[in-house]
């Protein structure tokens, strides 16, 4: 039997979703709950994949609580979570160089964050503001500097997430990169720019793209390896690249 969550609200439609590892459903007032039981079992087999698949995901990825770790500038830190009045998330070194990241969230909501999953939640939101203005200061000037060195200048640049690559060029000239870099090295978040200020000029991964990113980028072997070898300890798992 899976263990589930209904939320009933003035919504007309029934949806499903599994969400670290727990179901829920959202349902309207109308539908009665041997509906929605029947529905659950009709979908056990999906469900119970996805869960798995979740909990897989878990193993290696940092699940935001206490004392989990993840990756910034490819170092683990550990993160530290408090509660105050002023939100904020920080960086900080502790015993032995440890690196702690803190994540302080707002007094107000601790009571309504008791439970962990809600908690993970949150504070997986605090980070992901907190990669993002990284990357806003840390992007735009990597840019700048590598679209010097390889006269390669993009249209804009655009700071985003994406669940499965760390950059795009579209034929505009149009570059976005995804926030979730700042897990990576300093040197690999440089090859991803020069690999996407390299697209300007051959907008696809041929051999001429790639003569291109070594021109300018000699060391990109390791930067990749790098990002192989690191791949199930990314967070929020990204495709190779
Ligand atoms: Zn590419």
């Keep these: 039997m899976i263990e589930y969550k209904v939320v009933r609200s003035r919504r007309k439609t029934l949806s499903l979703q599994v969400s670290y590892g727990q179901v829920l459903v959202r349902a309207p007032y ?16 999906w469900l119970k994949a996805k869960i798995a698949q979740q909990s897989q995901v878990d193993d290696f990825c940092c699940d935001f609580s206490q004392g989990s770790t993840l990756f910034l500038f490819g170092q683990l ?5 408090i509660f105050a009045k002023q939100v904020n998330t920080l960086l900080t070194e502790g015993i032995n160089n440890k690196k702690i990241l803190t994540i302080v969230v707002a007094e107000r909501n601790k009571k309504k964050l008791s ?25 735009p000037v990597k840019v700048a500097t590598y679209s010097q060195l390889t006269s390669l200048t993009p249209v804009s640049i655009k700071i985003r997430q994406y669940r499965s690559r760390w950059g795009s060029c579209n034929n505009r000239g149009e570059l976005s990169f995804n926030y979730l870099l700042m897990m990576l090295p300093i040197n690999v978040i440089n090859y991803v720019v020069v690999h996407e200020l390299c697209h300007l000029e051959h907008l696809n991964h041929s051999k001429e793209f790639w003569q291109l990113v070594a021109k300018h980028f000699p060391q990109y072997t390791q930067a990749k390896k790098w990002m192989k070898i690191n791949q199930s300890a990314l967070l929020w798992r990204l495709a190779s690249y």
Excluded at 77 to 81: A, E
Excluded at 117 to 134: D, G, N, S
């Design 30 to 45: 109308s539908v009665d709950d041997k509906f929605i039981n029947t529905l659950i079992e009709k979908k056990s087999a």
């Design 115 to 139: 439970n962990k999953v809600l908690l993970a939640a949150a504070v997986k939101k605090h980070i992901e503001k907190y990669f993002k203005q990284q990357a806003e200061d840390i992007i």
């Design 77 to 81: 830190v550990t993160l530290n979570i």
